[in-house]
Protein backbone atom coordinates (compact mmCIF):
# COMPACT_ATOMS: atom_id res chain seq x y z
CA UNK A 1 0.00 0.00 0.00
CA UNK A 2 1.48 3.27 -0.97
CA UNK A 3 1.99 5.42 2.21
CA UNK A 4 1.36 9.15 3.28
CA UNK A 5 5.15 9.64 3.87
CA UNK A 6 7.30 8.33 0.51
CA UNK A 7 8.56 11.78 0.06
CA UNK A 8 9.31 12.60 3.43
CA UNK A 9 12.76 13.41 4.04
CA UNK A 10 13.07 13.01 8.03
CA UNK A 11 14.90 15.91 9.86
CA UNK A 12 17.29 14.92 12.37
CA UNK A 13 15.77 14.48 15.92
CA UNK A 14 12.87 12.44 15.76
CA UNK A 15 11.37 11.98 18.42
CA UNK A 16 9.02 8.61 17.20
CA UNK A 17 10.27 5.49 17.64
CA UNK A 18 10.35 2.89 14.45
CA UNK A 19 8.11 0.04 16.10
CA UNK A 20 4.76 -0.03 14.61
CA UNK A 21 1.58 -2.16 15.99
CA UNK A 22 -0.86 -3.59 13.67
CA UNK A 23 -3.63 -1.79 15.06
CA UNK A 24 -4.05 1.92 16.50
CA UNK A 25 -3.89 2.54 20.39
CA UNK A 26 -7.46 3.33 21.06
CA UNK A 27 -7.75 5.22 25.21
CA UNK A 28 -11.45 5.18 26.66
CA UNK A 29 -11.51 8.33 28.46
CA UNK A 30 -15.58 8.48 28.58
CA UNK A 31 -16.46 9.53 32.08
CA UNK A 32 -19.19 11.73 31.36
CA UNK A 33 -22.79 11.18 32.31
CA UNK A 34 -24.21 11.84 28.70
CA UNK A 35 -22.13 9.53 27.02
CA UNK A 36 -22.53 6.89 30.43
CA UNK A 37 -25.90 7.12 30.76
CA UNK A 38 -27.20 8.49 28.21
CA UNK A 39 -30.96 7.24 29.23
CA UNK A 40 -31.09 9.19 32.22
CA UNK A 41 -30.26 12.45 30.11
CA UNK A 42 -32.56 11.73 27.73
CA UNK A 43 -35.45 11.64 31.14
CA UNK A 44 -34.46 14.95 32.38
CA UNK A 45 -34.04 16.60 29.56
CA UNK A 46 -37.38 15.96 28.76
CA UNK A 47 -38.57 16.93 32.14
CA UNK A 48 -37.09 20.09 31.94
CA UNK A 49 -39.75 23.24 30.87
CA UNK A 50 -37.35 23.80 27.56
CA UNK A 51 -37.01 20.77 26.47
CA UNK A 52 -34.15 19.11 25.03
CA UNK A 53 -32.42 15.51 24.55
CA UNK A 54 -28.79 15.21 23.87
CA UNK A 55 -27.92 15.62 20.62
CA UNK A 56 -24.90 12.48 21.32
CA UNK A 57 -28.11 10.56 20.35
CA UNK A 58 -27.08 11.14 16.62
CA UNK A 59 -23.92 10.08 16.55
CA UNK A 60 -23.73 6.09 17.63
CA UNK A 61 -21.90 3.95 14.69
CA UNK A 62 -24.95 3.99 12.37
CA UNK A 63 -25.43 7.75 13.51
CA UNK A 64 -22.23 8.32 11.92
CA UNK A 65 -22.52 6.57 9.00
CA UNK A 66 -26.03 8.40 7.97
CA UNK A 67 -23.81 11.82 8.53
CA UNK A 68 -21.46 10.62 6.15
CA UNK A 69 -23.90 9.75 3.51
CA UNK A 70 -25.67 13.09 3.78
CA UNK A 71 -22.73 15.05 4.17
CA UNK A 72 -21.79 12.96 0.24
CA UNK A 73 -25.05 13.86 -1.01
CA UNK A 74 -25.36 17.28 -3.02
CA UNK A 75 -27.67 19.64 -1.14
CA UNK A 76 -24.70 19.07 1.68
CA UNK A 77 -22.73 21.70 0.10
CA UNK A 78 -20.32 22.10 3.48
CA UNK A 79 -17.97 19.07 2.53
CA UNK A 80 -17.48 20.45 -0.18
CA UNK A 81 -16.30 23.33 0.56
CA UNK A 82 -13.90 21.94 3.14
CA UNK A 83 -12.26 19.90 0.66
CA UNK A 84 -11.53 23.05 -1.65
CA UNK A 85 -10.15 25.01 1.58
CA UNK A 86 -7.83 22.00 2.36
CA UNK A 87 -6.76 21.05 -0.82
CA UNK A 88 -5.56 25.08 -1.45
CA UNK A 89 -4.60 25.46 1.75
CA UNK A 90 -3.09 22.62 3.25
CA UNK A 91 0.52 23.45 2.96
CA UNK A 92 0.15 26.88 4.36
CA UNK A 93 -1.74 25.21 7.18
CA UNK A 94 0.40 22.99 8.28
CA UNK A 95 2.85 25.80 7.95
CA UNK A 96 1.14 27.53 10.86
CA UNK A 97 1.35 24.52 13.02
CA UNK A 98 5.01 24.06 14.86
CA UNK A 99 7.85 21.64 14.15
CA UNK A 100 7.04 19.68 17.08
CA UNK A 101 3.24 19.31 18.56
CA UNK A 102 0.04 17.27 19.54
CA UNK A 103 -2.82 17.27 17.47
CA UNK A 104 -5.98 16.51 18.72
CA UNK A 105 -8.53 15.87 16.84
CA UNK A 106 -12.23 16.96 18.40
CA UNK A 107 -15.14 14.91 17.17
CA UNK A 108 -12.99 12.94 14.16
CA UNK A 109 -15.88 11.21 12.36
CA UNK A 110 -14.66 9.19 9.39
CA UNK A 111 -11.09 10.77 9.45
CA UNK A 112 -10.99 11.46 5.31
CA UNK A 113 -9.99 14.88 5.77
CA UNK A 114 -7.62 14.41 9.09
CA UNK A 115 -5.41 12.49 6.49
CA UNK A 116 -5.14 15.78 4.27
CA UNK A 117 -3.34 17.38 6.97
CA UNK A 118 -1.56 14.79 8.45
CA UNK A 119 -0.01 14.60 5.19
CA UNK A 120 0.97 18.02 4.89
CA UNK A 121 2.80 18.15 7.98
CA UNK A 122 4.91 14.76 6.80
CA UNK A 123 5.64 16.03 3.75
CA UNK A 124 7.24 18.92 5.83
CA UNK A 125 9.05 16.83 8.31
CA UNK A 126 6.81 17.99 10.77
CA UNK A 127 6.49 15.76 14.18
CA UNK A 128 2.82 15.43 15.40
CA UNK A 129 1.54 13.22 18.05
CA UNK A 130 -1.58 13.05 16.74
CA UNK A 131 -5.25 12.22 18.74
CA UNK A 132 -9.17 10.99 17.60
CA UNK A 133 -11.30 11.84 19.59
CA UNK A 134 -15.11 10.68 18.63
CA UNK A 135 -17.96 8.98 20.89
CA UNK A 136 -18.45 5.86 19.58
CA UNK A 137 -15.69 3.09 19.85
CA UNK A 138 -16.91 0.93 16.72
CA UNK A 139 -17.19 4.00 14.06
CA UNK A 140 -13.50 5.29 15.86
CA UNK A 141 -12.09 1.81 15.70
CA UNK A 142 -12.99 1.64 12.06
CA UNK A 143 -11.78 4.83 11.12
CA UNK A 144 -8.51 5.05 12.98
CA UNK A 145 -7.31 1.55 11.38
CA UNK A 146 -7.39 3.11 7.84
CA UNK A 147 -5.85 6.39 9.00
CA UNK A 148 -2.73 3.63 11.22
CA UNK A 149 -2.56 1.63 7.91
CA UNK A 150 -1.69 5.09 6.33
CA UNK A 151 0.66 6.70 7.98
CA UNK A 152 2.04 3.21 9.46
CA UNK A 153 5.86 4.05 8.38
CA UNK A 154 5.42 7.58 8.88
CA UNK A 155 8.24 7.93 11.42
CA UNK A 156 7.17 11.54 11.88
CA UNK A 157 3.29 10.67 12.67
CA UNK A 158 2.41 8.67 15.66
CA UNK A 159 -1.78 8.14 15.93
CA UNK A 160 -3.86 7.02 18.75
CA UNK A 161 -7.61 7.34 19.58
CA UNK A 162 -9.50 8.94 22.45
CA UNK A 163 -13.05 7.72 23.46
CA UNK A 164 -15.09 9.74 24.84
CA UNK A 165 -17.00 13.58 24.93
CA UNK A 166 -15.21 17.19 24.63
CA UNK A 167 -15.72 17.50 28.43
CA UNK A 168 -13.82 14.21 29.00
CA UNK A 169 -10.75 15.50 26.84
CA UNK A 170 -10.79 18.66 28.34
CA UNK A 171 -9.61 16.03 31.75
CA UNK A 172 -7.41 13.91 30.12
CA UNK A 173 -5.18 16.76 28.71
CA UNK A 174 -5.10 18.27 32.53
CA UNK A 175 -4.38 15.34 34.19
CA UNK A 176 -1.88 13.32 31.29
CA UNK A 177 0.54 15.61 30.92
CA UNK A 178 2.93 12.83 30.21
CA UNK A 179 1.08 11.88 27.47
CA UNK A 180 1.63 14.93 25.80
CA UNK A 181 5.01 14.78 26.15
CA UNK A 182 4.84 19.33 26.83
CA UNK A 183 4.26 19.70 23.85
CA UNK A 184 2.36 22.03 22.05
CA UNK A 185 -1.53 21.42 21.48
CA UNK A 186 -3.55 22.23 18.77
CA UNK A 187 -6.88 21.66 18.40
CA UNK A 188 -8.27 20.42 15.03
CA UNK A 189 -12.38 20.73 15.32
CA UNK A 190 -13.27 20.92 12.03
CA UNK A 191 -16.75 19.75 9.78
CA UNK A 192 -18.32 22.70 11.16
CA UNK A 193 -18.30 20.82 14.30
CA UNK A 194 -17.59 23.59 16.83
CA UNK A 195 -20.72 25.28 15.38
CA UNK A 196 -23.25 22.62 16.92
CA UNK A 197 -22.75 24.20 20.29
CA UNK A 198 -24.27 27.89 20.96
CA UNK A 199 -21.54 30.75 21.11
CA UNK A 200 -21.68 30.70 24.35
CA UNK A 201 -21.05 26.70 25.28
CA UNK A 202 -18.06 27.05 22.49
CA UNK A 203 -16.31 29.46 24.11
CA UNK A 204 -16.86 27.98 27.52
CA UNK A 205 -15.42 24.52 26.37
CA UNK A 206 -12.70 26.66 24.60
CA UNK A 207 -11.65 28.68 27.92
CA UNK A 208 -11.96 24.97 29.45
CA UNK A 209 -9.35 23.35 26.88
CA UNK A 210 -7.02 26.56 27.59
CA UNK A 211 -7.58 26.02 31.03
CA UNK A 212 -6.53 22.34 30.97
CA UNK A 213 -3.21 23.14 28.98
CA UNK A 214 -2.73 25.41 31.35
CA UNK A 215 -2.78 22.57 33.86
CA UNK A 216 -0.67 20.56 31.30
CA UNK A 217 1.62 23.41 31.15
CA UNK A 218 1.52 23.56 27.29
CA UNK A 219 0.28 26.14 25.17
CA UNK A 220 -2.86 25.60 23.56
CA UNK A 221 -4.43 26.97 20.05
CA UNK A 222 -7.28 26.13 17.07
CA UNK A 223 -8.03 25.03 13.85
CA UNK A 224 -11.52 25.23 13.76
CA UNK A 225 -13.96 25.58 10.50
CA UNK A 226 -16.93 27.59 10.45
CA UNK A 227 -19.44 27.78 7.66
CA UNK A 228 -21.09 31.50 7.08
CA UNK A 229 -23.19 30.83 4.64
CA UNK A 230 -26.44 33.57 5.05
CA UNK A 231 -28.54 32.15 2.43
CA UNK A 232 -31.71 30.76 4.15
CA UNK A 233 -33.56 29.10 1.40
CA UNK A 234 -30.06 27.12 0.26
CA UNK A 235 -29.85 26.14 4.34
CA UNK A 236 -32.97 24.73 4.64
CA UNK A 237 -32.60 22.51 1.12
CA UNK A 238 -29.23 21.45 3.10
CA UNK A 239 -31.05 20.62 6.31
CA UNK A 240 -34.26 18.96 5.05
CA UNK A 241 -35.92 16.98 7.64
CA UNK A 242 -38.80 15.56 5.37
CA UNK A 243 -35.91 14.14 2.34
CA UNK A 244 -33.43 11.86 1.57
CA UNK A 245 -30.19 11.51 3.41
CA UNK A 246 -30.65 14.74 5.72
CA UNK A 247 -34.29 13.18 7.21
CA UNK A 248 -32.29 9.83 7.64
CA UNK A 249 -29.69 11.72 9.89
CA UNK A 250 -32.19 14.00 12.13
CA UNK A 251 -34.35 11.22 12.86
CA UNK A 252 -31.90 8.57 13.88
CA UNK A 253 -32.19 10.66 17.69
CA UNK A 254 -35.43 8.85 17.66
CA UNK A 255 -34.35 5.52 16.88
CA UNK A 256 -31.77 5.85 19.51
CA UNK A 257 -34.37 7.23 22.35
CA UNK A 258 -36.60 4.08 21.43
CA UNK A 259 -33.68 1.43 21.82
CA UNK A 260 -32.27 3.22 24.88
CA UNK A 261 -35.70 3.97 26.45
CA UNK A 262 -37.21 0.64 25.58
CA UNK A 263 -40.88 2.05 24.82
CA UNK A 264 -42.72 2.29 21.89
CA UNK A 265 -43.26 5.91 22.08
CA UNK A 266 -40.33 6.93 19.86
CA UNK A 267 -42.07 5.48 17.23
CA UNK A 268 -41.48 7.39 13.57
CA UNK A 269 -45.35 7.76 12.99
CA UNK A 270 -45.74 9.64 16.14
CA UNK A 271 -42.95 12.41 15.51
CA UNK A 272 -42.78 15.06 13.48
CA UNK A 273 -39.00 16.61 12.93
CA UNK A 274 -38.85 20.03 11.83
CA UNK A 275 -35.85 22.28 11.25
CA UNK A 276 -35.87 26.28 11.68
CA UNK A 277 -33.24 29.29 10.37
CA UNK A 278 -32.54 31.52 13.25
CA UNK A 279 -31.71 34.58 11.54
CA UNK A 280 -30.60 36.87 14.60
CA UNK A 281 -28.37 34.11 16.05
CA UNK A 282 -27.56 32.41 12.34
CA UNK A 283 -27.85 29.33 13.33
CA UNK A 284 -29.93 25.71 12.20
CA UNK A 285 -32.09 24.59 14.99
CA UNK A 286 -33.62 20.88 14.70
CA UNK A 287 -36.86 19.80 16.69
CA UNK A 288 -38.53 16.59 17.71
CA UNK A 289 -42.06 17.13 18.34
CA UNK A 290 -44.83 14.39 18.59
CA UNK A 291 -48.59 14.18 16.58
CA UNK A 292 -50.03 12.99 20.24
CA UNK A 293 -49.33 13.32 24.03
CA UNK A 294 -46.82 10.74 24.71
CA UNK A 295 -46.82 9.64 28.53
CA UNK A 296 -43.38 8.03 29.13
CA UNK A 297 -43.52 7.44 32.92
CA UNK A 298 -46.51 8.69 35.55
CA UNK A 299 -44.92 12.43 36.28
CA UNK A 300 -43.69 12.39 32.29
CA UNK A 301 -45.77 13.46 29.76
CA UNK A 302 -44.75 15.10 26.58
CA UNK A 303 -47.81 16.50 24.76
CA UNK A 304 -48.45 16.86 21.21
CA UNK A 305 -47.16 19.87 19.66
CA UNK A 306 -44.19 20.37 22.26
CA UNK A 307 -41.11 20.77 21.02
CA UNK A 308 -38.00 18.98 21.66
CA UNK A 309 -34.79 20.70 20.75
CA UNK A 310 -32.14 18.18 19.58
CA UNK A 311 -29.64 19.70 17.60
CA UNK A 312 -28.08 22.89 16.29
CA UNK A 313 -25.92 24.14 13.51
CA UNK A 314 -24.53 27.68 13.73
CA UNK A 315 -23.57 29.65 10.85
CA UNK A 316 -20.68 31.86 11.91
CA UNK A 317 -18.89 34.40 10.27
CA UNK A 318 -15.38 36.04 11.10
CA UNK A 319 -16.58 38.75 13.37
CA UNK A 320 -18.60 36.43 15.16
CA UNK A 321 -15.80 34.05 15.45
CA UNK A 322 -13.54 36.57 16.52
CA UNK A 323 -16.49 37.02 19.26
CA UNK A 324 -16.45 33.42 20.68
CA UNK A 325 -12.84 33.12 20.57
CA UNK A 326 -12.06 36.44 22.81
CA UNK A 327 -14.92 35.25 25.37
CA UNK A 328 -13.08 31.67 25.76
CA UNK A 329 -9.99 33.69 27.97
CA UNK A 330 -8.50 35.90 25.24
CA UNK A 331 -8.07 33.55 21.53
CA UNK A 332 -7.15 35.69 18.47
CA UNK A 333 -8.11 35.16 15.49
CA UNK A 334 -4.33 34.93 13.94
CA UNK A 335 -4.90 32.84 10.35
CA UNK A 336 -7.78 32.30 8.19
CA UNK A 337 -8.01 29.92 4.76
CA UNK A 338 -11.03 30.45 2.88
CA UNK A 339 -13.06 28.90 -0.35
CA UNK A 340 -13.48 30.81 -3.00
CA UNK A 341 -16.92 32.18 -2.61
CA UNK A 342 -15.95 33.36 1.20
CA UNK A 343 -18.21 31.70 2.69
CA UNK A 344 -16.70 29.00 5.04
CA UNK A 345 -13.90 29.55 6.61
CA UNK A 346 -10.83 27.96 8.60
CA UNK A 347 -9.49 30.08 11.35
CA UNK A 348 -6.27 29.70 13.32
CA UNK A 349 -6.97 30.66 16.75
CA UNK A 350 -4.13 31.11 19.54
CA UNK A 351 -3.90 32.82 22.36
C1 LIG B 1 -20.41 17.20 12.17
S1 LIG B 1 -19.59 15.71 12.53
C2 LIG B 1 -17.96 16.05 11.89
C3 LIG B 1 -17.11 14.84 11.72
C4 LIG B 1 -15.72 15.11 11.11
N1 LIG B 1 -14.95 16.02 11.94
C5 LIG B 1 -15.84 15.66 9.72
O1 LIG B 1 -15.36 16.76 9.47
O2 LIG B 1 -16.38 14.96 8.85
C6 LIG B 1 -19.40 15.89 14.30
C7 LIG B 1 -18.51 14.82 14.96
O3 LIG B 1 -18.38 15.16 16.34
C8 LIG B 1 -18.64 14.02 17.15
N2 LIG B 1 -19.24 14.53 18.39
C9 LIG B 1 -20.45 15.09 18.57
N3 LIG B 1 -20.62 15.48 19.84
C10 LIG B 1 -19.47 15.17 20.49
C11 LIG B 1 -19.02 15.31 21.84
N4 LIG B 1 -19.80 15.89 22.78
N5 LIG B 1 -17.80 14.88 22.16
C12 LIG B 1 -16.99 14.30 21.21
N6 LIG B 1 -17.35 14.14 19.91
C13 LIG B 1 -18.58 14.56 19.57
C14 LIG B 1 -19.58 13.17 16.33
O4 LIG B 1 -19.55 11.82 16.71
C15 LIG B 1 -19.08 13.42 14.91
O5 LIG B 1 -18.07 12.52 14.56
Not at 56 to 84: I, T, V
Not at 91 to 120: F, W, Y
Not at 230 to 256: I, M, Q, V
Not at 258 to 280: A, I, P, Q
Amino acid sequence: MATACEVVQPSPGLFLDTRRREEPFLWDISNSPELLDLRTCILSGLSQTAKAIPSLLLWDEQGLRNFNEWADSPHYYLKSKEMEIFETWRDQMANALPHRSALVELGCGNLHKTSIILSALARQGKQVWYYALDVSKSALRQSLQFLHEEFMYCPNVRIAGLIGTYDDCVDWVAHNTSTLHGLPATFLWVGNSMPNLSKTEASDLMNNFRRACGVAGISCRFLVSADACADESRLLKAYDPEAGTSRTFLRHGLHRAKTLLGTDSFEEEVWNCTVEYDRKENEILAFYSPRVDVILAVDLTVHKGDKIFFFRSGKWNESQMETIAHQAGGFQVSHVWRDSNEEYGFYLLSS
